[in-house]
Protein backbone atom coordinates (compact mmCIF):
# COMPACT_ATOMS: atom_id res chain seq x y z
CA UNK A 1 0.00 0.00 0.00
CA UNK A 2 2.92 2.01 0.96
CA UNK A 3 4.33 1.69 -2.55
CA UNK A 4 0.44 2.23 -4.15
CA UNK A 5 0.24 5.71 -2.58
CA UNK A 6 3.71 7.08 -3.22
CA UNK A 7 4.93 5.92 -6.30
CA UNK A 8 2.49 3.85 -8.52
CA UNK A 9 -0.08 6.98 -8.24
CA UNK A 10 1.83 9.55 -8.87
CA UNK A 11 3.47 7.49 -11.62
CA UNK A 12 0.61 6.12 -13.18
CA UNK A 13 -1.27 9.92 -12.81
CA UNK A 14 1.30 11.40 -14.60
CA UNK A 15 0.96 9.65 -17.36
CA UNK A 16 -2.57 9.24 -17.26
CA UNK A 17 -2.58 13.12 -17.52
CA UNK A 18 0.60 13.75 -19.75
CA UNK A 19 -1.44 14.34 -22.42
CA UNK A 20 -3.42 17.15 -21.20
CA UNK A 21 -0.64 18.79 -19.24
CA UNK A 22 1.23 18.41 -22.62
CA UNK A 23 -1.80 20.16 -24.87
CA UNK A 24 -2.06 23.32 -21.97
CA UNK A 25 1.80 24.69 -23.18
CA UNK A 26 1.01 23.60 -27.24
CA UNK A 27 -2.38 25.74 -26.75
CA UNK A 28 -0.70 28.80 -25.11
CA UNK A 29 -1.85 27.94 -21.62
CA UNK A 30 0.27 28.19 -19.03
CA UNK A 31 2.32 25.35 -18.54
CA UNK A 32 1.16 22.52 -17.04
CA UNK A 33 2.58 21.26 -13.88
CA UNK A 34 3.25 17.84 -11.80
CA UNK A 35 4.03 18.51 -8.26
CA UNK A 36 5.36 15.42 -5.84
CA UNK A 37 5.44 15.25 -1.93
CA UNK A 38 8.69 14.25 -0.81
CA UNK A 39 10.42 12.93 2.93
CA UNK A 40 13.49 13.91 4.32
CA UNK A 41 13.53 9.73 4.44
CA UNK A 42 14.63 9.41 1.21
CA UNK A 43 17.45 10.25 2.09
CA UNK A 44 18.18 9.46 5.52
CA UNK A 45 16.33 6.28 6.76
CA UNK A 46 14.55 5.13 9.99
CA UNK A 47 14.76 2.14 11.26
CA UNK A 48 11.19 0.38 10.73
CA UNK A 49 10.06 2.15 8.41
CA UNK A 50 12.01 0.57 5.21
CA UNK A 51 8.82 0.51 2.92
CA UNK A 52 7.97 4.43 3.45
CA UNK A 53 11.27 5.45 3.36
CA UNK A 54 11.91 3.20 -0.42
CA UNK A 55 8.75 4.34 -1.55
CA UNK A 56 9.95 8.18 -0.94
CA UNK A 57 13.08 7.20 -2.64
CA UNK A 58 11.76 5.62 -5.39
CA UNK A 59 9.25 8.81 -5.68
CA UNK A 60 12.62 11.09 -6.05
CA UNK A 61 14.19 9.28 -8.80
CA UNK A 62 10.76 9.28 -10.35
CA UNK A 63 10.38 12.98 -10.85
CA UNK A 64 13.97 13.42 -11.80
CA UNK A 65 13.40 10.70 -14.24
CA UNK A 66 10.19 12.67 -15.68
CA UNK A 67 11.88 15.64 -15.51
CA UNK A 68 14.55 14.75 -17.97
CA UNK A 69 11.34 13.13 -19.74
CA UNK A 70 9.00 15.55 -19.89
CA UNK A 71 9.74 18.12 -22.01
CA UNK A 72 5.97 19.52 -22.21
CA UNK A 73 4.92 20.04 -18.95
CA UNK A 74 7.19 20.70 -15.64
CA UNK A 75 7.64 17.79 -12.67
CA UNK A 76 9.14 18.87 -9.46
CA UNK A 77 8.99 18.04 -5.48
CA UNK A 78 8.88 19.77 -2.13
CA UNK A 79 9.93 18.41 0.65
CA UNK A 80 7.59 20.17 3.66
CA UNK A 81 9.81 19.02 6.76
CA UNK A 82 9.05 17.45 9.71
CA UNK A 83 5.31 17.93 9.91
CA UNK A 84 3.06 16.59 13.68
CA UNK A 85 0.99 13.63 11.95
CA UNK A 86 -0.15 10.67 13.05
CA UNK A 87 3.01 8.95 11.41
CA UNK A 88 5.36 11.27 13.37
CA UNK A 89 3.55 10.21 17.20
CA UNK A 90 4.50 6.92 15.52
CA UNK A 91 7.98 7.34 15.70
CA UNK A 92 8.38 9.53 18.37
CA UNK A 93 6.78 6.26 20.51
CA UNK A 94 8.92 3.55 18.35
CA UNK A 95 10.65 1.12 20.44
CA UNK A 96 13.49 0.44 17.34
CA UNK A 97 14.38 3.65 16.96
CA UNK A 98 17.93 4.78 18.59
CA UNK A 99 17.41 7.40 21.65
CA UNK A 100 19.31 10.00 20.48
CA UNK A 101 16.98 10.04 17.46
CA UNK A 102 13.81 9.78 19.50
CA UNK A 103 15.03 12.57 21.15
CA UNK A 104 15.15 14.51 18.58
CA UNK A 105 11.64 14.16 17.74
CA UNK A 106 10.04 14.36 21.15
CA UNK A 107 12.49 18.17 21.26
CA UNK A 108 10.61 19.31 18.27
CA UNK A 109 7.19 17.91 19.45
CA UNK A 110 7.84 19.96 22.81
CA UNK A 111 8.80 23.38 21.27
CA UNK A 112 5.89 23.25 18.62
CA UNK A 113 4.06 23.10 21.85
CA UNK A 114 5.62 26.21 23.10
CA UNK A 115 5.40 28.28 20.27
CA UNK A 116 1.83 27.43 20.56
CA UNK A 117 1.09 28.30 23.64
CA UNK A 118 3.29 32.05 23.04
CA UNK A 119 0.86 32.34 20.26
CA UNK A 120 -2.20 32.44 22.13
CA UNK A 121 -0.74 33.87 25.38
CA UNK A 122 0.20 37.04 23.47
Not at 25 to 34: D, E, F, L, S, Y
Not at 95 to 101: D, P, V
Amino acid sequence: QTFATNVDAPLFLTQLLAPQLSEAQMQGRRQGRVLHVGSGAAYFPVAGWAAYCASKAALAMLTRCWQLEASTFQVTSVMPGIVDTDMQALIRGAEHMSTQKQAFFNTLKKKKKKKKKLCVDT
